[in-house]
């Protein structure tokens, strides 16, 4: 079977990945599966540009088709922080809710936003990039287990329940990696000979 690989390193990723890949007749792997893949310096000054150097860094050491995400939560009041520094805004998972929730103190404005980049690249450069936007506010405590990242404190427009009370297969369905994903894969199936059939 033909097989892509996503170029993450966060396992909470992989497993989205998994779920939002059931239907498809496509193996995943990821960087679990290439131990010695060297780390990506992430310097770009957006969410794409981030995205695009990991899938191309892993097309070109793995040899196959690979996809990456850069992604984060995008806070107005804080004037879009942590944004494409949400996975280094402070070293824990919790100190950086802290962090989010220690800054919004008082503050009215919870507007917030996920934000999800993937980018493919595939025969050594990288084909096409998509964007994916979940809208929704902070709360003021963390609430629900499940998830990953700032799940816990979002909640999104529409909705009572923070992703992380939610079950995985309804943040699946409304989530910016989701709605990212859901434009790849249609690029993908419209342009199936750009993937020389690796995909
Ligand atoms: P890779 O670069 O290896 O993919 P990473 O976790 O470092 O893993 P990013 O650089 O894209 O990934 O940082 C994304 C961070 O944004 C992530 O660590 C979370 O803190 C946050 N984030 C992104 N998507 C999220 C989601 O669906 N739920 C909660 N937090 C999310």
Redesign the pocket.
Known sequence: MAYIVA????L??VE?YRELLADQKVELKS?ADYPNFPE?E?DGAT?RE??AK?ALSACIYCDVPAF??????VVDALNGE?G?Y??R?APT?AE?IAKVLQKLAGQTNRKAR?V?AIAIAANGEVIETFEGVVEGSIIEAPRGAN?????PI?VPDGYTQT?AEMPAEL?NKI???AKAFARALEFVEDEMSVLDDDF
Not at 7 to 10: F, G, L, S
Not at 147 to 151: A, E, R, S, V
């Open positions: 170029a993450t390193a966060n909470h990723k989205e960087l990506v992430e969410f981030n995205a990991k990456a995400d850069d992604s984060g939560l942590p494409i949400s996975a805004y998972e950086r996920f999800c998830g990953f990242g700032y799940d979002f992703f943040k989530s910016h990696r």
